[in-house]
């Protein structure tokens, strides 16, 4: 029996979930602005035991975003990692990579909130982003990937390697508050989970 493989990762049609995640991201973006307070009491990732929380933020956090810059760079990175994954993986089993990447995300997040006593919300992509990263780097081990500041190219498995360690230096440091950086690294630990979880049913992925 032939082991399954992911291989097609430029023959498939168009990534539709990867557009749709996009355009719903924009569209809560603006709804954001019409009734932030509102809005973020429903959907913004509250920490346990504050008044605000409830269960399905662990999903509707990642639709927010705390300002346009915020927006764009968490979408240019769904955009160029998310498009071509969904492609190989198809789109069931990118959905599962990415919202898997966004609960672990949303996770240590709140795991951190309770250590330190944090009582702010957490709003943006960046968890199910970093398991794309995370995935993109395991299958593309040696595709080159260039950093916007300053522009060094990297191979994407270093890439990631470094942005895991700054992400850890930086949370555990509490350096740039504001940034969650642990839920950045529990994107990073979904994604993996994802990926083993495939290779332990015999899928190999390329």
């Keep these: 029996m032939r082991t399954p493989v992911i291989d097609n990762f430029r023959s498939r049609p168009t990534p539709l979930l990867t557009y749709t995640l996009i355009g719903a991201c924009v569209a809560v973006f ?28 662990l999903l509707s956090y990642a639709f927010l975003h705390g300002g346009f810059s915020h927006l764009i760079f968490n979408m240019l990175g769904v955009f160029m990692f998310g498009a071509e994954l969904e492609r190989g993986f198809g789109t069931r089993r990118f959905a599962l990579l990415y919202f898997a990447s ?11 909130a309770a250590a330190t006593g944090s009582a702010q919300p957490t709003v943006g992509a960046s968890g199910g982003l970093f398991g794309l990263l995370l995935a993109y780097a395991m299958i593309f081990p040696k595709r080159i990937i260039v950093l916007l500041i300053p522009p060094i ?54």
């Design 30 to 57: 603006f709804w954001l602005r019409s009734d932030p307070a509102t809005v973020f009491e429903l959907a913004a990732l509250w920490p346990l035991g504050s008044d605000y929380f409830a269960p399905w933020q």
């Design 153 to 206: 190219p990297l191979p994407a498995w270093l890439f990631v390697t470094l942005y895991a360690g700054v992400e850890l230096y930086l949370g555990v440091t509490g350096t740039l508050e504001g940034i969650a950086h642990f839920a950045h690294l529990g994107g990073l630990v979904g994604g993996f989970l994802v990926l083993m979880f495939w290779r332990a049913q015999g899928l190999r992925l390329r």
């Design 102 to 112: 966004v609960i672990t995300a949303a996770l240590a997040q709140l795991a951190f």
